[in-house]
């Protein structure tokens, strides 16, 4: 590879480096495969750094005086400008040279000062060597990150960062506009598309990025000004350019306002559940507050995936405190806070001067993003899905190396997403995949199939999405799984499960599944052809052409084995009850044609690739055939049984 250029998100709570080559952007982990690197540095007695990331976020609590966390908060600012955050940091913020804000540290030769560039540099040096463990080179430029509200000075604070960290800022791009990116805004209208009557109209996205400890929102547009007249669309591609694309239109936020809040209602909400069961002269140690907020933050994490978690607090002389919180009372707890993010949303569409359906995209960033009442809450304001596929903490950083990949040339062998290179479906009973989208269809598109259980009383239904040309799901890429819960329980066959797959005009895919009599819903976003180069889309393709043969086999005795178990259970059944209405030779008969099937089975479960499935299906339709009897006594029976209650009011018919 030639000479790398990383992009780093550097956050205020977390800061990410991700990479960008042939094969799409990734994430780089460290040793501990960890992705998030706390953007915490904690000095020691002699003011020497002793550990970065995660270790001193731990250490926080034992050194609160000489572990920095919140750097980015000081960073570019004068010292008077952070008046009102003394107090909120438990380190001694001071003025430095000039009236700079700083950070002053204790040590045994007495205090000293520190920058939070310095401190931002400890985290970029980590964020350097982390990539070039990847890279296995060295690594000297990259793209940094910023919120889109930073001034000059913050901006240039930043690069001096990443100067003593070694690094080369090639460029600093706005937060927002590099969530953008992630999500290809910006490059789905690449080759080809330019002409489209739309492309000419400017696209309208707001960033809603909801942290830990502060809340930003970005309106951008997106013009294309700046590559008309360039002859052709590709120039959007080329880096000098790309960055004009997005236009900052306001921005608005709040910066003491993130998922710490949220963390703090849960806590304030045992606590007093504690001091009205124990008195209100509870007074909690310091290392008791910080581990009730771990909890705290576990348990408002559990609730985004589960309906409800269970909270056990015990402190001491046997006094404990049990309850299980749900869903539904968390979300009333955050109501203010989520009220809050879109009181900021409304500022900030009032001061770009465009109403909420001005909006085309909505982009959500940010670990509280995961949080389905915010989603709900975002949705209701905008009025349309906001893009969700991405992970919420990597978007910005994956975003950063999309830009350094378009600054360093290298995105011109990537995918466009005109059409979808490859087909999307869903997997069936038995591991076969049901197309849905086929390959080559323009986006956006749109497709819909119904699907019903497989086994009576079924209440859950996995969706499992998959990306490819073969027929078999171990053949093809899985995107992504969900499941549809509480399905009423019904027969099998009996529920209308709906899938619908939607490839919207970015090639985001948003797979959604609905049972009809209930009305239950379920859905997922993702990026289907990320990492996909044409290359490899190509190998997709000639693989399945060379398997087409076997695996169409496959899927055939798949369905047939499907069907045929069916078939034995219900003859099976039917047998018990009619068994003795039919003659011994009859019977035997049947026997022997099931017992035969059942082999065309086990054979099948064996390997199915060298089951004659000519055979096997004629043996199903044999034995459907030779059964007919079975159902023919079945139905008299069932006939008797209801002559039998109409008795005795009514005269009997004559058999
Ligand atoms: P920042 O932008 O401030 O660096 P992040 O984007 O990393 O912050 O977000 C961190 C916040 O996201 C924390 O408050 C964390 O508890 C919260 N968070 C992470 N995952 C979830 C989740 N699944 N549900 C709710 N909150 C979450
Ligand atoms: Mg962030």
Redesign the pocket.
């Given at each position: 590879m030639p000479e790398p250029i990383v992009g780093i998100d550097l956050?205020?709570?977390?800061?990410l480096v991700a990479i960008c080559d042939a094969a799409g952007p990734r994430i780089l982990t460290d040793e501990d495969g960890e992705a998030?690197l706390p953007?915490v540095v904690r000095f020691d007695e002699r003011g020497a750094v002793t550990v970065v990331g995660r270790a001193a976020r731990e250490s926080a609590v034992e050194f609160p005086l000489a572990t920095v966390y919140s750097a980015k908060r000081l960073m570019g600012r004068s010292a008077a400008e952070l008046e009102s955050l003394r107090g909120r940091l438990p380190y001694r913020v001071v003025a430095g040279p000039r009236g700079v804000a700083a950070i002053e540290i204790p040590t045994v030769v007495g205090p000293r000062v520190i920058t939070p560039q310095e401190v931002a540099a400890h985290v970029l040096e980590r964020l350097r060597r982390v990539a070039e463990r990847h890279l296995g080179q060295s690594v000297q430029r990259a793209v940094i990150t910023v919120p889109a509200y930073f001034d000059d000075a913050q901006r240039q604070a930043t690069r001096d960062a990443a100067r003593i960290a070694g690094l080369e800022a090639v460029r600093i791009i706005n937060e927002p506009t590099a969530a953008s990116l992630a999500y290809g805004l910006g490059h789905a209208r690449r080759a080809g598309r330019a002409d489209l009557a739309d492309a000419s109209k400017p696209e309208r996205i707001a960033v809603f990025?909801?942290?830990?400890?502060?809340f930003d929102v970005s309106i951008l547009e997106l013009s294309r000004e700046s590559t008309a007249g360039q002859g052709s669309a590709d120039a959007s591609l080329s880096g000098e350019r790309s960055g004009e694309l997005f236009q900052v239109l306001s921005t608005a936020g709040d910066t003491a306002l993130?998922?710490?809040d949220?963390?703090r209602a849960i806590i304030d909400l045992l606590v007093g559940e504690l001091q009205a069961r124990f008195g209100t002269s509870i007074e909690l140690p310091p290392a008791a507050r910080q581990a009730l907020r771990r909890f705290a933050?576990g348990a408002?994490?559990a609730?985004?995936?589960q309906e409800s978690t269970r909270l056990a607090i015990s402190i001491g002389e046997g006094r404990s405190h049990e309850r299980v919180l749900t869903r539904d009372e968390f979300e009333r707890l955050a109501a203010p806070y989520i009220e809050r993010t879109l009181r900021c949303c409304r500022r900030a569409l009032t001061d770009a001067g465009l109403s909420p359906e001005a909006i085309d995209r909505v982009v959500m960033?940010?670990?509280?993003t995961?949080?389905p009442a915010v989603r709900t809450a975002v949705e209701g304001l905008f009025g349309t899905r906001p893009y969700t596929a991405l992970d919420?903490?990597q978007v910005v950083a994956l975003g950063a190396a999309v830009q350094a990949a378009i600054i360093a040339g290298q995105r011109r062998d990537l995918l466009l997403l005109d059409v979808v290179p490859l087909s999307i479906g869903i997997e069936t009973v038995g591991g076969a995949v049901a197309k849905l989208v086929m390959k080559n269809s323009t986006i956006p598109t749109r497709a819909t199939e119904m699907f019903s259980t497989s086994v009576d009383g079924q209440v859950n239904v996995r969706i499992h999405v998959l990306q490819g040309e073969r027929e078999l799901v171990q053949h093809c890429r899985s995107l992504g799984q969900f499941d549809l819960q509480g399905i009423p329980p019904m027969p099998a066959g009996i529920p209308q499960i709906e899938v619908e797959l939607l490839v919207d005009q970015n090639g985001v895919l948003e797979v959604s599944a609905v049972e009809r009599r209930s009305g239950k819903r379920a859905s997922i976003q993702v990026v289907p052809s990320y990492g996909l180069t044409a290359e490899e889309v190509e190998r997709i393709e000639r693989e399945s052409f060379a398997h087409a043969r076997t695996d169409m086999h496959v899927h055939r005795v798949i369905d047939l084995r499907v069907n045929s178990n069916l078939d034995l259970m219900w003859i099976a059944a039917a047998l018990e009850r009619v068994r003795g209405e039919l003659e011994p030779t009859l019977l035997a008969d049947i026997e022997s044609r099931m017992g035969a099937l059942r082999g065309f089975i086990a054979a099948a479960d064996r390997d199915a690739v060298s089951v004659d499935a000519d055979a096997f299906y004629a043996a199903k339709e044999s034995l459907d055939r030779a059964s007919v009897p079975i159902h023919e006594a079945s139905i008299r029976q069932s006939l008797q049984v209801s002559t039998d209650m109409r008795s005795p009011h009514q005269p009997q018919s004559e058999a």
């Amino acid at each position: 590879m030639p000479e790398p250029i990383v992009g780093i998100d550097l956050g205020t709570t977390n800061s990410l480096v991700a990479i960008c080559d042939a094969a799409g952007p990734r994430i780089l982990t460290d040793e501990d495969g960890e992705a998030l690197l706390p953007s915490v540095v904690r000095f020691d007695e002699r003011g020497a750094v002793t550990v970065v990331g995660r270790a001193a976020r731990e250490s926080a609590v034992e050194f609160p005086l000489a572990t920095v966390y919140s750097a980015k908060r000081l960073m570019g600012r004068s010292a008077a400008e952070l008046e009102s955050l003394r107090g909120r940091l438990p380190y001694r913020v001071v003025a430095g040279p000039r009236g700079v804000a700083a950070i002053e540290i204790p040590t045994v030769v007495g205090p000293r000062v520190i920058t939070p560039q310095e401190v931002a540099a400890h985290v970029l040096e980590r964020l350097r060597r982390v990539a070039e463990r990847h890279l296995g080179q060295s690594v000297q430029r990259a793209v940094i990150t910023v919120p889109a509200y930073f001034d000059d000075a913050q901006r240039q604070a930043t690069r001096d960062a990443a100067r003593i960290a070694g690094l080369e800022a090639v460029r600093i791009i706005n937060e927002p506009t590099a969530a953008s990116l992630a999500y290809g805004l910006g490059h789905a209208r690449r080759a080809g598309r330019a002409d489209l009557a739309d492309a000419s109209k400017p696209e309208r996205i707001a960033v809603f990025d909801f942290g830990g400890g502060t809340f930003d929102v970005s309106i951008l547009e997106l013009s294309r000004e700046s590559t008309a007249g360039q002859g052709s669309a590709d120039a959007s591609l080329s880096g000098e350019r790309s960055g004009e694309l997005f236009q900052v239109l306001s921005t608005a936020g709040d910066t003491a306002l993130g998922g710490d809040d949220l963390d703090r209602a849960i806590i304030d909400l045992l606590v007093g559940e504690l001091q009205a069961r124990f008195g209100t002269s509870i007074e909690l140690p310091p290392a008791a507050r910080q581990a009730l907020r771990r909890f705290a933050e576990g348990a408002k994490v559990a609730l985004s995936s589960q309906e409800s978690t269970r909270l056990a607090i015990s402190i001491g002389e046997g006094r404990s405190h049990e309850r299980v919180l749900t869903r539904d009372e968390f979300e009333r707890l955050a109501a203010p806070y989520i009220e809050r993010t879109l009181r900021c949303c409304r500022r900030a569409l009032t001061d770009a001067g465009l109403s909420p359906e001005a909006i085309d995209r909505v982009v959500m960033v940010g670990g509280s993003t995961r949080i389905p009442a915010v989603r709900t809450a975002v949705e209701g304001l905008f009025g349309t899905r906001p893009y969700t596929a991405l992970d919420p903490d990597q978007v910005v950083a994956l975003g950063a190396a999309v830009q350094a990949a378009i600054i360093a040339g290298q995105r011109r062998d990537l995918l466009l997403l005109d059409v979808v290179p490859l087909s999307i479906g869903i997997e069936t009973v038995g591991g076969a995949v049901a197309k849905l989208v086929m390959k080559n269809s323009t986006i956006p598109t749109r497709a819909t199939e119904m699907f019903s259980t497989s086994v009576d009383g079924q209440v859950n239904v996995r969706i499992h999405v998959l990306q490819g040309e073969r027929e078999l799901v171990q053949h093809c890429r899985s995107l992504g799984q969900f499941d549809l819960q509480g399905i009423p329980p019904m027969p099998a066959g009996i529920p209308q499960i709906e899938v619908e797959l939607l490839v919207d005009q970015n090639g985001v895919l948003e797979v959604s599944a609905v049972e009809r009599r209930s009305g239950k819903r379920a859905s997922i976003q993702v990026v289907p052809s990320y990492g996909l180069t044409a290359e490899e889309v190509e190998r997709i393709e000639r693989e399945s052409f060379a398997h087409a043969r076997t695996d169409m086999h496959v899927h055939r005795v798949i369905d047939l084995r499907v069907n045929s178990n069916l078939d034995l259970m219900w003859i099976a059944a039917a047998l018990e009850r009619v068994r003795g209405e039919l003659e011994p030779t009859l019977l035997a008969d049947i026997e022997s044609r099931m017992g035969a099937l059942r082999g065309f089975i086990a054979a099948a479960d064996r390997d199915a690739v060298s089951v004659d499935a000519d055979a096997f299906y004629a043996a199903k339709e044999s034995l459907d055939r030779a059964s007919v009897p079975i159902h023919e006594a079945s139905i008299r029976q069932s006939l008797q049984v209801s002559t039998d209650m109409r008795s005795p009011h009514q005269p009997q018919s004559e058999a």
